[in-house]
Structures are given as structure tokens and as C-alpha cells.
């Protein structure tokens, strides 16, 4: 695993370590509510907007899009728990980085672009401590 790559004195305790459960999705919300809420939630924007495995859909509106929490997903990828928008969206802070050269687009479209669920990301706009964090080539205008 990732932590015996980690010294042993910088290890959280077990018991601070959570993962998603596939049979019990909803753990994790009632975990974050035990705890009083996120601090800051960490992580980046794909390339058609989407946020953790919080896919595109042209089928829902923002507000029904906001409103999906942690759940198994088994078309993209394979098979996964994701996160859901809504537990990103009512972190205190988040901080997005994007430093590939495609970002270029998708940093513009995040903070310009009309808050649609067909690219997600952008429903995170009116978030009171949101952060995009990038590069130098990715902040320059193209060419």
C-alpha cells in the first residue's frame, strides 16, 4: 500500500485513514458529518470538466448534478467509488492543479465557461474558497 512508502513517524494514525466502501457508499458522508465537514478537498479537472469520476451529463440539471454524493460507478472507469460532486462542492476550501498542456482550454472554460453539468467543474464557480492551481504554459494565452 501507500503507506509503507511513507516513514512511520509521518503516518496518520490508522484510525484517521478512510476509505470508500463498495457496499457502503454512504459511509463516507456520514463520516464527514461526524466530523464536522472538509477542510480541503485536493484534486484536479479532467479534460471534459469532470471532477473526481463526477462525469459529464447532459441528462441532469446543475442542481441535480450538485446533489450526487459518494457511489459506486461501473461504466468509466471500469469500477470505482467516487467521491460525489456534493461532498467536493461543501468542502471549506478546494484546491484544484491542472499542468498539462490540454488545461489550457479547461482552466477557461472552469472559470468562464456557463455552469452546466456537461462540464462539471464549472458548477463549482460559486464556491466561497475555490482554487485553480497551474502553470506558467498553462496560464499563457495559446498562440
Known amino acids: 500500500t501507500v503507506y509503507t512508502k511513507v516513514k512511520p513517524e509521518l503516518l496518520m494514525p490508522e484510525e484517521q485513514r478512510v476509505f470508500p466502501d463498495p457496499k457502503d457508499p454512504g459511509h463516507i458522508q456520514d463520516v464527514i458529518e461526524k466530523l464536522g465537514g472538509v477542510d480541503i478537498c485536493f484534486g484536479g479537472i479532467g479534460i471534459n470538466g469532470h471532477v473526481a469520476f463526477n462525469e459529464a451529463s447532459d441528462e441532469m440539471t446543475p442542481d441535480e448534478f450538485l446533489a450526487q454524493h459518494t457511489r459506486v460507478l461501473d461504466d468509466m472507469p471500469h469500477y470505482c467509488v467516487t467521491i460525489g460532486i456534493n461532498e467536493i462542492y461543501h468542502a471549506r476550501k478546494i484546491?484544484?492543479?491542472?499542468?498539462?498542456?490540454?488545461?489550457?482550454?479547461?482552466?477557461?472554460?472552469?472559470?468562464?465557461?456557463?455552469?452546466?453539468?456537461?462540464?462539471?467543474?464549472?458548477?463549482?464557480?460559486?464556491?466561497?474558497?475555490?482554487?485553480?492551481?497551474?502553470?506558467?504554459?498553462?496560464?499563457n494565452l495559446p498562440e
Request: charged share 20%; with cysteine; glycine share 6%.
Open 95 to 139: 484546491r484544484l492543479g491542472c499542468f498539462r498542456d490540454w488545461h489550457r482550454s479547461v482552466v477557461r472554460h472552469a472559470a468562464y465557461g456557463e455552469r452546466s453539468a456537461h462540464f462539471p467543474v464549472t458548477l463549482l464557480q460559486g464556491h466561497p474558497d475555490i482554487n485553480l492551481k497551474f502553470t506558467e504554459f498553462v496560464a
